[in-house]
């Protein structure tokens, strides 16, 4: 008897519905087809005794599996569950009427357990979309979806409990509606509070600008000038993610098992600090049969901090360019073409110099050529889109042992959430929530500039010789700058204020 259950298989964050059908004929033995990977083949002996420890007897027949659609890869172990349903349904020893109504998936132990599988939260997704009444999914994973609502979610600790659901019987037990918001799985990060760093109000300025409109921006200073610790702070002014931003956040880190188990929808901004010694497949992902999220994609909603960024290698440094300017990050191999969504705010820190101390009174001791070969490594279209350049000096010992009062984060964070509001409320026909993110022509429809600016503007572009780009970046600034103020429209001193974060635009100011 051939029988039909439906399952899925990840591309990206994206969900594909798989067919297993499984039929039970004349013959001997059990046949897979349908382009599986090793991982799949072994659920054979995985579900053949799960079943025999549960009571279930394997047909003395030939078996056939079949993977549909058949000339698409199927990776994981995720597929072990409804295969078992398939064999308990098509040889007889079980009538499943419920067994169209749901899609399912999940790895089965040796003992007739079922454990956690990544990507469940995509998968349900699609089961939404497709009509299913419900999806079965491991316990351990069911609740990074239940809050996507429209859809019953079955959380399954055995394969007996899928028998009960598919039977007809009432499961309310099973069905998972309460989740656990997550918080970012992806850094043990210890926050600091603005009011607990000395000085570097400048800095801080800028922060609660790249805060209020998601801009990316670069530090550079000497050594133990706070550029790490303003980065760690710079996560406690962000707002928290919408619901959209954390379901699609939520995916990236479904699908790369990186949820902890039991939790929800993620609601913390993630923050991504890699190594500098870490790879290129590391940032933007790979993999030979599975392809992975990597760190730039891992960041997105939030952010991506690269410390010592002069130090990393010229080509890690220039990866970032794409993303930085789409949005996204496309893995591609020789059989397959992955994208990811890469939405993050780069948050670069290094040197001005190899020995660290250029600017600082006489501290230096790089000749010039260093100098100049080491601050070169920023490339000229890498810089036109970092929309902010803060410039960090060692504090003053008289601040610091005076160490005045600061302002927290909690009073920054309340303006930076006020600015993002308005953005979100002047883009909301745009697909997207901060001004970073605007386009050149959402920015001749949201950034009018008067006359005044304009001619301020041109000024400022001749003299510093910028490029298109920095131009558009520098009103993008200007607007987030006024969003801040709470001004309808951009004033002169916006354009000013958001025109001196570019010093790095004209490198040849590093040699004075």
Not at 20 to 49: M, P, Q, Y
Not at 176 to 196: K, Y
Not at 264 to 284: D, E, K, N, T
Request: charged fraction near 20%; hydrophobic fraction near 40%; charge should be neutral.
């Amino acid at each position: 008897m051939l029988i039909n259950v439906y399952s899925a298989r990840c591309v990206g964050i994206e969900a594909g519905m798989v067919t297993v059908e499984v039929d039970v004929v004349n013959g001997i033995g059990i046949h897979l087809v349908g382009l599986a990977d090793a991982a799949v083949k072994e659920s054979l002996l995985r579900t053949t005794t799960a079943l025999t420890s549960l009571g279930y007897h394997i047909p003395g027949r030939k078996i056939v599996i079949n993977l549909a659609p058949a000339d698409l890869h199927k990776k994981g172990s995720g597929y072990d569950l409804p295969i078992a349903i398939g064999i308990i349904a098509a040889s007889g020893q079980q009538d499943l009427p419920c067994l169209k109504d749901f899609l399912m998936l999940g790895e089965l132990g040796l003992d007739g357990s079922v454990r956690a599988v990544p990507g469940v939260l995509p998968v349900v997704e699609l089961a939404k979309v497709l009509g299913f009444r419900g999806c079965i999914v491991p316990s351990s994973s069911a609740n990074e979806a239940a809050e996507l609502g429209g859809i019953d979610i079955y959380g399954v600790e055995t394969l007996q409990d899928v028998v009960r659901i598919l039977s007809g019987g009432i499961c309310e037990d099973l069905v998972v509606r309460n989740a656990v918001g997550g918080i970012s799985p992806s850094e043990d990060l210890q926050m600091m509070d603005f009011s607990e760093i000395i000085g570097q109000e400048g800095a801080k300025r800028g922060l609660e600008i790249a805060a209020a409109g998601g801009h990316n921006l670069i530090m550079i200073g000497p050594p133990g000038c706070g550029k790490s610790s303003l980065a760690k702070a710079l996560a406690g002014i962000l707002p928290p993610m919408t619901v959209q931003e954390s379901v699609e956040t939520s995916k990236i880190y479904s699908v790369a098992g990186r949820l902890a188990p039991g939790s929800g929808l993620m609601r913390q901004r993630p923050f991504r600090s890699p190594h500098p010694s870490a790879s290129v497949p590391a940032m933007i992902g790979g993999g030979s049969d599975n392809i992975q999220p990597g760190e730039i994609s891992l960041a997105h909603n939030g952010v991506l901090f690269m410390d010592e960024f002069c130090e990393m290698p010229k080509r890690m440094v220039e990866i970032l360019r794409a993303p930085m300017e789409d949005r996204k990050v496309t893995v591609s191999r020789l059989k397959s073409k992955v994208e990811f969504p890469a939405a993050f705010m780069l948050v670069a820190a290094t040197n001005p110099c190899p020995c660290g101390f250029w600017g600082e009174r006489d501290r230096c001791t790089c000749i010039p050529s260093r100098r100049i070969a080491y601050i070169s490594k920023l490339s000229g279209p890498l810089m036109d889109r970092i929309d902010l350049h803060l410039p960090l000096h060692i504090v003053d010992t008289k601040k610091m042992v005076a160490a005045p009062s600061a302002e927290k984060s909690a009073v920054v964070a309340a303006r930076v959430q006020a600015a993002r509001k308005i953005q979100e409320q002047r883009l909301k026909d745009e697909g997207i929530t901060t001004n970073a993110g605007m386009t050149n022509r959402m920015i001749q429809k949201y950034c009018p500039l008067d006359k005044e600016c304009q001619e301020m503007l041109e000024s400022l572009i001749d003299r510093s010789g910028l490029s298109m780009r920095a131009f558009y970046r520098i009103i993008k600034v200007a607007r987030t700058i006024a969003d801040l103020d709470g001004a309808e429209n951009i004033l002169p001193e916006h354009i000013v204020e958001a025109a001196g974060y570019r010093f790095l635009d004209r490198i040849s100011q590093l040699e004075g």
